[in-house]
């Protein structure tokens, strides 16, 4: 005999039903972007405190920020026109000059004995030559002297001497 089901038609299969995400998925991520908002919050906040810390003097290294007093400038002027130690010629070097300070007693001190200063900074001046002057490292060496004199000056006055720079704002050699 023969077999009944080899003749009869395959039955259709079930129909799948259609599958939705599923939710561990969507928890699973969810919980995914939480940690990392977590971690990044984290992170940010230990820089905030980093940051707070070291303002307020209690950090380590050396990454301590210093307030620093406002730059103060005074310009001594007229601009300083000398004749230069060059003996093949008559040179000149014209300059203006500007002190530096963050201290108001030794802003004051320099008001005060300006004219001292002055005649100082022109026999430093007048004491260079045009050769000289052509370098950089040249004027960086008389903006050194410079500051020292200004320097000597104000302790030989028995004023205040927290002189930080002297600069030339113009310096011009002919």
Do not use: C
Not at 72 to 81: D, I, K, N, Q
């Amino acid at each position: 005999m023969a077999d009944p089901t080899a003749n009869a038609a395959p039955a259709p299969a079930p129909a799948k039903p259609r599958r939705r995400p599923r939710r561990t998925v969507v928890w699973i991520l969810l919980a995914l972007l939480l940690a990392g908002a977590a971690a990044g919050g984290y992170v940010w906040w230990q820089q905030a405190q980093a940051v707070a810390a070291i303002s307020n003097g209690k950090g380590k290294g050396k990454g301590k920020v210093v307030n620093k007093a406002p730059a103060l400038y005074h310009a001594l002027e007229p601009a300083f026109v000398v004749n230069l130690s060059d003996e093949d010629a008559v040179r000149y070097m014209q300059a203006d000059v500007q002190i530096m300070t963050r201290d108001p007693a030794t802003l004051a001190a320099i008001q005060q004995h300006t004219p001292a200063l002055r005649n100082r900074l022109l026999l430093l001046f007048s004491q260079q030559s045009a050769v000289q002057l052509r370098q950089r490292s040249a004027k960086e060496r008389l903006q050194e002297q410079a500051l020292e004199e200004t320097r000597q000056l104000l302790r030989l006055e028995q004023a205040a001497a927290k002189v930080d720079a002297v600069f030339f704002t113009s310096l011009v050699t002919q």
